[in-house]
């Protein structure tokens, strides 16, 4: 089962078998992630914002957002 690490209910994207056991540091990719990550996010459970990256063509990745401490603390109602 592949999860990310909230207890939210969509953060459980699915179970799925694989050729060979993974291992730290393997890397995984789940089409389609983007769109909920960026409409659920929040700093449920303590749990830091992801950043928000572009990976161009060539392969060059463009960080554009990182969220911090004092992103949380101006979200505070």
Same mark, same amino acid.
């Given at each position: 089962?592949?999860?990310?690490? #909230?207890?939210?209910?969509?953060?459980?994207?699915?179970?799925?078998?694989?050729?060979?056991?993974?291992?730290?540091?393997?890397?995984?990719?789940?089409?389609?992630?983007?769109?909920?990550?960026?409409?659920?996010?929040?700093?449920?459970?303590?749990?830091?914002?992801?950043?928000i990256a572009?990976?161009h063509?060539?392969?060059?990745?463009?960080?554009?957002?990182?969220? #911090?401490?004092?992103?949380?603390?101006? #979200?505070? #109602?």
């Amino acid at each position: 089962m592949i999860c990310g690490k #909230s207890c939210l209910a969509g953060d459980i994207f699915g179970e799925f078998n694989f050729d060979h056991e993974l291992k730290a540091g393997d890397r995984l990719s789940i089409q389609d992630v983007a769109g909920y990550t960026m409409v659920k996010k929040n700093w449920f459970n303590g749990v830091q914002m992801p950043a928000i990256a572009v990976r161009h063509e060539d392969g060059r990745v463009e960080l554009v957002k990182e969220f #911090s401490f004092d992103d949380f603390v101006h #979200s505070l #109602s």
